[in-house]
Each structure stands twice: as structure tokens, then as C-alpha cells.
């Protein structure tokens, strides 16, 4: 865990890294604590998971040096947001999924699937909710591993659990709590 929802895992060899925030996602949002490792440490990364367009999941500095550092990296998150990730990175290997659907990961020995989270996408004024937002589900033959991205608590984890009932680890990334009515279930 590197702070929020940024995390770094290694899964039956493949390398990944979840909403990779290496700095202050904005002038407004500002980290608490600085990051903890040096960001040019993260080489050879196969996968990037990107749950939503919020600035602290989808921070623009930090895919530009991963995108530069990684150029064979691929890159998966919601439906709408191909633009915005290959506007940070310029690459090509950009997957988009629907809830509940599974992304192509070609040779990899994985499976994964974006899923529901009771969230939002918002990341200017005027596209609130034009990008999806979701969690992750991996699997390899051994280990089910949900990335939750930011969720709310609600019905999709019971859903979740009729689908995928062996997840053998939960990570859900800290602090995110507001805003307040989107915590109620």
C-alpha cells in the first residue's frame, strides 16, 4: 500500500499498480504524507488499474512517468475513459470495460473483470458521471484478489460474492469518505 488507493502487487508474476498517485493529485487535494518510494522504481509494469477519473486514482504526472518508464504497460479502467489515460500516456494499450466485463489480457496468466462500486466519476465541471467508475476483480488459477477503487457499502458486494465466491484478498484503499451521503447504503 502506498497511500489512498495507489497499491503495487505482484500476482503470479505479473506486476501492477492501482491508481497511481505518485504526488499531490491537485492543488486542492494535497497528500498527507509524502509518497513512499521513489517513482523510478516502477519499471516493467504489466498492468495499470484505473477504477475512476477522480484526480486522486487518475493523476495525469504520474501515468506521464509511468507511460514513459513503461512503454509496454497496458492500461485498464471504465468505459469513457480512453481519451483522458492516452491524453497522460500516448499509448495504445488502453482497455475499456462495462461492469461485469472482462478484459482482454492476452498471454498473461490472469483474468480480470471491472465490477460495481457505489461511487461517482467527476473529474472537470461540466462531465460529472460521463466516465465509469468500478472496482477489480483478478484471478489466476490459485488467488481472487477485489480491488475496490473508492466504493460506498451496498448491494453489489452481495452480488459480487454469488459471482465470485472465493476472494481470497480484499484491498480497499483509505480515506475515502466523502462525500458523506455517498457512504449511506
Known sequence: WLGHSTFFMRLNGITMLTAPVFGNASLVVRRKAPFPLNPALFQNI????????????????????????????????????????????????????????????GNLPLQCYF???????????????????????????????????????GNHFADLSGIFPQIDYCIIGVGAYKPEWLMYS
Open 115 to 153: 465490477v460495481p462500486a457505489r461511487h461517482w466519476a467527476k473529474r472537470d465541471l461540466f462531465d460529472t458521471n460521463k466516465r465509469l467508475w468500478g472496482a477489480f476483480v483478478l484471478q489466476t488459477n490459485t488467488t481472487t484478489i477485489y480491488f475496490s477503487g473508492d466504493t460506498g457499502y
Open 46 to 105: 504489466d498492468l495499470v488499474l484505473i477504477s475512476h477519473d477522480h484526480r486522486d486514482h487518475c493523476d495525469t504526472a504520474s501515468l506521464q512517468l509511468l507511460a514513459k518508464q513503461n512503454p509496454n504497460a497496458r492500461y485498464f479502467c471504465g468505459l469513457g475513459m480512453q481519451a483522458l489515460v492516452k491524453s497522460a500516456t500516448g499509448s495504445n494499450q488502453i482497455q475499456t470495460a462495462g461492469w461485469y466485463q472482462q478484459f482482454n489480457t
